[in-house]
């Protein structure tokens, strides 16, 4: 293993109980397998996963945190990535993970799958870069599993799309999760239309949606399916509740379609048989398995593991040229370590777990926050917000 000097402990984001994090200043730098780079974390961006994971299946001691970018400061013998000690990267880490506490995002070092990280191109920012991976990685399984489009390796051309445009809609286009859909839906051939509020319209269509429409509208969903001819099959929930899934079905063609959500969806609102929905479980792409609470427990899926490899590696050349535009966010107030103990409260949610629909999920769709590691002072600090609307 090729390695720089870092130290035997770290500070950490833990899981103490349901609703209850902490840092700590004595955590264990994790133990790094040959396929793993480690990476000191410089930034890291929180997602909702984050706080509804350790609050629907806590793990108490294991470190939280998904989405990271810093240097790297180790690389497993085994890591078949190019890939060098002092390398900028950004990755994906499974925090909250009942069979490896001690990894996660929220620290000050990281392991990940070398393959499952991506070098930042000279001309991105660590902190733009933080807010990519579990956004691409959603991405690829959304598109490119859920609905079985062909991977964009290389783009679909207008040819191959066809003369009749296909359409796929986007709820939440204005999400982080969801410029990356509309981006990558574009890149494959598809005609995204998206969902939002008005300050978002401009920001999306430059992205490449055809259309928007306002979310809040009581008729959004009839305004979309009379947009799209009665002919969409195709729809992306980038937030998942009864209203999110509604409009979706009321948008979605006669002929019916795919539906695919983020999160799992509200039973109660699959009305229509004609459609087929699913939702996206990224964690799979390690290709380990699952060990929370269900629907989440799964075991091992290795042909899961075998794409995301793909997928990032894709990915990663379009970085290199410069085809991927990140999500906008500008700096925010200063965090401190009561913020961060108090982190969950800052995400105001509550489910219903007979169907685990998140009917309150205000904080997390206005927010993305990134928070700076500086590693000389062993201390989490400088926070920067993402408007999600």
Known sequence: MTMAQAPRKQRALKVVRANELAVVDDAD???????????????????????KSADFSPTPGATVGSDFAGDVVAVGA?????????????????????LRPDNGAFAEYVAAPGDLVFNIPPGMDLDQAATLPCGLATVGFALYRHL?????????????????????????GGTATGTLLIQMALRSGLVPVTTC?????????????????DYRSPTVGA????YTNDALDMAVDCITTTASMAVCYGAIGRGGGKYVSLDPFPLRTHTRRSVRPSWVLALTMFGTPIAWKRPFTTEAKPAERAFAEKWFSIAQEMLDRGEIQPHSH???????QRWLTNLPGQYAWSADHSTLETTSIHCCVKL????????????????????WY
């Open 368 to 387: 993305i926050v990134l928070i700076r590691a500086f590693v000389s002072v062993s201390v989490l600090m400088d926070a920067i917000m993402i408007d």
């Open 223 to 226: 305004d979309i399916r009379a």
């Open 148 to 172: 079985g489009l062909p991977l964009p390796d290389p783009p679909a051309t207008e040819s191959e799309a066809g003369a009749k445009p296909q359409y796929i809609l986007i709820y939440g």
């Open 197 to 213: 509020s008005p300050k978002r319209f401009e920001r999306v269509k430059a992205l490449g949606a055809a259309e928007a429409f």
């Open 330 to 336: 500008e700096p925010g107030r200063p965090v401190n």
């Open 78 to 98: 085994a890591v078949e990535k190019q890939l060098r000690v002092g390398d900028r990267v950004c990755g994906l880490a499974f925090g909250n993970n009942p």
């Open 29 to 51: 730098i994790p133990q790094v397998g040959p396929d793993e780079v480690l990476v000191r974390v410089v930034f890291v961006a929180t997602n909702p996963v984050d706080a």
